[in-house]
């Protein structure tokens, strides 16, 4: 089946950039109608979606974060990643990447990663 899992520094200084890698091994992210997914949980908030990466490479980013965010993919390691500019500590997180039919979803529709804890401080 397919699985997702995220990686990435765990701890990034304010004012830099956060960058976290999602491998996809059992199924390709090129695959017909699947869409990739960011999603984030502050601590004692909800989730957050952030963004999307079609499988034909299009992209989609919530209005929140638009000015900060890229997302991108290497379809020779199956491979899709985020990157955040100017993060600050309101950033801090855990960071899932997703499977979904859906563009815009925080819900649990395919599969997901284990997340990743950000933590934004000096």
């Known amino acids: 089946q397919v699985q997702l899992v995220e990686s990435g520094p765990g701890l990034v200084k304010p004012s830099q950039t956060l960058s976290l890698t999602c491998t996809v091994s059992?199924?390709?992210?090129?695959?017909?109608?699947?869409?990739w997914i960011w999603i984030r949980q502050p601590p004692e908030k909800a989730l957050e979606w952030m963004g999307a990466?079609?499988?034909?490479?299009?992209?989609y980013y919530n209005p929140s974060v638009k000015s900060r965010i890229s997302i991108s993919r290497d379809t020779s390691k199956n491979q899709f990643t985020l990157q955040l500019n100017s993060v600050t500590p309101e950033d801090t997180a855990v960071y899932y990447c997703?499977?979904?039919?859906?563009?815009?979803?925080?819900?649990?529709?395919?599969?997901w990663g284990p997340g990743t804890q950000v933590t934004v401080s000096s």
């Open positions: 990466i079609s499988w034909s490479g299009n992209t």
């Open positions: 997703a499977r979904d039919h859906l563009i815009v979803s925080t819900q649990r529709n395919g599969p």
């Open positions: 059992g199924g390709s992210i090129t695959a017909d109608n699947y869409n």
